[in-house]
């Protein structure tokens, strides 16, 4: 059993930035994939950044220069810094791990941009 813990959503005007953090537990391979996915009212859910390791990392072009995925590889932890925030950055965000060829989803977390 995987479970997965978001938090750091919440209101922000354009421009401006969140951390989004996520935490997983139970058990868990050690070589596995994190990241976020995203989903706006009417829209698909999109992947915004997943990172394996430390450092392999891979992010939307929407996102790319603007939000950074970070891992701390001891606590099974990813962040995501998102800077210069836009309006259409406004989503419900969702944290995943793929461990064990099998994806475990957070609750989501709701971040709206708007002045």
């Known amino acids: 059993q995987v479970q997965v813990v978001e938090s750091g959503g919440g209101l922000v005007q354009p421009g401006g930035s969140l951390r989004l953090s996520c935490a997983a537990s139970g058990s868990l391979f050690s070589f596995n994939v994190m990241g976020w996915y995203r989903q706006a009212p009417g829209k698909q859910r999109e992947l915004v950044a997943s990172i394996f390791g430390v450092s392999l990392t891979n992010y939307a072009d929407s996102v790319k220069g603007r939000f950074t995925l970070s891992r701390d590889n001891a606590k099974n932890t990813v962040y995501l810094q998102m800077n210069s925030l836009k309006p259409e950055d406004t989503a419900v965000y969702y944290c995943?791990?793929?461990?064990?060829?099998?994806?475990?989803w957070g609750q989501g977390t709701q971040v709206t941009v708007s002045s």
């Open positions: 995943f791990i793929d461990s064990n060829y099998t994806r475990s």
